[in-house]
């Protein structure tokens, strides 16, 4: 599952056979939200761009931010998946520990660089895909982002849908990265709060620890 992550890095580089080398250039935010703007990386007349979507496709049951991976080429998701991935660039995403109260963790690369989620785009509105958690990741909750490879961005984008679905149903993209995770301040858990105090490593007792 994701329902929080941050970009706080201010521009990055995709490199690709079809649409060449694009730099983009990004909004720091610190703890995106869902019903929140946010910026994805789209093809657009055979360009990549990058826009400002709404995190959460609107729906009679609330904003649905995720779709799980094995099962989006059915029904609701299926078009979509055929006609407008996307690329949603992040440099951390949250998930909470249970507690009182829950306490935040967030969840970066060693290089603590820029990785890319698979998304879903829906006119201004987008979701996330997600995958079975792995790693650490699954100490905390069953489900978490789907990340591409560097090398899969742009067939994630260009491909057409039944190069991207394996014959099981399950989509051909997705890698295993070794994640590392570390506490934040709880204040982060409201929305409301946006500030880079999001990011930074607290102290708590050893017994909390994962």
Request: glycine share 6%; hydrophobic share 40%.
């Amino acid at each position: 599952m994701c329902n929080r992550y941050s970009l706080t890095k201010k521009q990055e580089r995709i490199i690709t056979r079809e649409y060449g080398s694009v730099e983009f250039y990004f909004m720091q935010r610190f703890n995106i939200a869902p019903t929140q703007k946010a910026q994805v990386v789209v093809v657009e007349n055979g360009k990549l761009v990058c826009r400002e979507m709404k995190w959460g496709w609107t729906s009679k049951f609330g904003p649905m931010t995720n779709a799980k991976a094995e099962t989006a080429h059915e029904k609701l998701f299926k078009e979509a998946l055929a006609e407008r991935r996307c690329l949603v660039p992040t440099d951390g995403f949250y998930e909470w520990k249970q507690g009182k109260p829950a306490q935040p963790y967030r969840f970066v690369l060693p290089s603590r660089g820029v990785f890319w989620m698979a998304g879903l785009g829906r006119e201004d509105e987008f979701t996330i895909l997600t995958t079975a958690a792995r790693g650490l990741v699954r100490s905390f909750h069953e489900r978490m982002p789907l990340i591409l490879a560097e090398s899969e961005l742009e067939s994630w984008l260009a491909d057409p849908l039944e190069r991207i679905i394996q014959p099981n149903g399950i989509l051909a993209h997705g890698i295993s990265e070794l994640f590392e995770a570390y506490p934040v301040t709880t204040e982060m858990s409201n929305p409301r709060f946006e500030s880079p105090e999001c990011i930074e490593p607290i102290e708590i007792a050893q017994k909390e620890l994962f």
